[in-house]
């Protein structure tokens, strides 16, 4: 699909849509193709992109806190011990939750509308 008619499609700014792109290109998450006949085309099937993996690639860390971060872990400066830190078990009770719904939620989900997403949500995780 041309990066043009997205950007219309859905009212996002062409400019920020390219940012978003090239980073998702760079992740080997889609693929361009230059000329008239080109676009960009996922190169993975949406049912095997999750939101997590995306916001991961566009955000960093989904962690409130650096202590939680499974890809960007460090120690929090003022803490003296992570087990005695009710702040910690607060947000690592918030961020497996978000972790839960991002990691097993798809882009084929959010395309199948979000009858699909809500089902699968409350589905307990296997």
């Given at each position: 699909m041309m990066i043009g008619e997205v950007a219309a499609q859905e009212r996002i700014p062409r400019k920020?849509?390219?940012?978003i792109l090239l980073e998702l290109k760079r992740h080997g998450i889609v693929m361009s193709k230059r000329g008239k006949l080109g676009g960009y085309a996922l190169l993975m099937p949406a049912s095997q992109i999750t939101f997590g993996q995306v916001l991961r690639i566009l955000d960093g860390p989904l962690a409130p806190l650096p202590c939680l971060s499974r890809i960007a872990y460090r120690r929090c400066a003022d803490c003296r011990t992570e087990e005695d830190c009710e702040i910690r078990h607060v947000f690592a009770r918030v961020v497996t939750s978000a972790r839960e719904v991002l990691d097993?939620?798809?882009i084929a989900d959010a395309i199948a509308g979000p009858e699909q997403i809500e089902a699968e949500a409350s589905e307990p995780v296997s």
């Open positions: 920020f849509l390219e940012q097993r939620t798809s």
